[in-house]
């Protein structure tokens, strides 16, 4: 959706080094949604974040949510082989409505 | 509880056809949503229900298209006649609560070849 701007669209990176991934809005969110999808199966969830300024983490991932609860960065540290495959974010503006932007598709070089 | 069950997983069709995806949700859930994933669209809302009842269907692409949720266990997205563009995977997913609440579960999709 253009109200979601995910960047960058793909990223290569060596395994082992640090990575972010950023998710803007045009709109103020009520939640923000931090999806993972393996090439051609369903997607996994990582984690939803509400609260401007929250951030959570789950493993070796960490996603935070800005204060104005426009745009959210998911970090990775030390990236693995298993990091790879399409990473989405998805919105909820409050309407129930759950919208994604297309897609940050993550390589990882051994 | 076994999660968002999609039927068929894989169907491949010739152009013209009536194609039926079902989408059974997790038990409980009362939000239910169908997405299209597409290379060049990327995951695309079509329609959404909360309480069986079709809240927005405005990402629906045209009158081919049609969902129906006749109970709060099963739903169903058709395409009637089918095209080559519509040749995706369709996702259903479904969430407990309304009003941003938690997390939203996905099936494993059905991949719709259009030839």
């Known amino acids: 959706s253009q109200e979601l701007e995910q960047s960058p669209q793909s990223l290569i990176v060596q395994e082992g080094k640090n990575l972010t991934i950023n998710c803007t809005s045009s709109?103020?969110?009520?939640?923000l949604y931090w999806y993972k999808q393996k090439y051609g199966e369903g997607l996994i969830f990582l984690m939803m974040?509400?609260?401007?300024?929250e951030e959570k983490s789950h493993e070796k991932i960490t996603a935070k949510l800005d204060e104005k609860k426009q745009q959210s960065s998911l970090h990775i540290t030390a990236s693995q082989p298993s990091h790879a495959g399409i990473y989405l974010c998805?919105?909820?503006?409050?309407?129930?409505?759950?919208?994604f932007g297309k897609g940050t598709r993550l390589h990882i070089l051994p | 509880d076994a999660g968002v069950i999609q039927s068929p997983r894989h169907e491949v069709t010739e152009m013209g056809q009536e194609v039926t995806l079902r989408c059974k949700p997790i038990s409980g859930h009362n939000s239910l949503f169908w997405y299209r994933q597409t290379m060049m669209r990327g995951l695309e809302l079509l329609i959404y229900?909360?309480?069986?009842?079709?809240?927005?269907d405005s990402g629906m692409p045209e009158d081919r298209f049609s969902a129906k949720m006749p109970n709060a266990s099963f739903s169903t997205l058709k395409i009637q006649p089918s095209e080559p563009r519509d040749s995706a995977v369709y996702f259903c997913?479904?969430?407990?609560?309304?009003?941003?609440?938690?997390?939203?579960?996905f099936g494993e999709g059905s991949r719709l070849t259009v030839l």
């Open positions: 229900f909360n309480n069986n009842v079709p809240i927005d």
């Open positions: 974040l509400q609260k401007g300024g």
């Open positions: 998805g919105a909820d503006r409050g309407d129930d409505k759950i919208i």
């Open positions: 997913a479904s969430r407990a609560g309304v009003l941003n609440t938690g997390e939203l579960f």
């Open positions: 709109k103020t969110l009520y939640g």
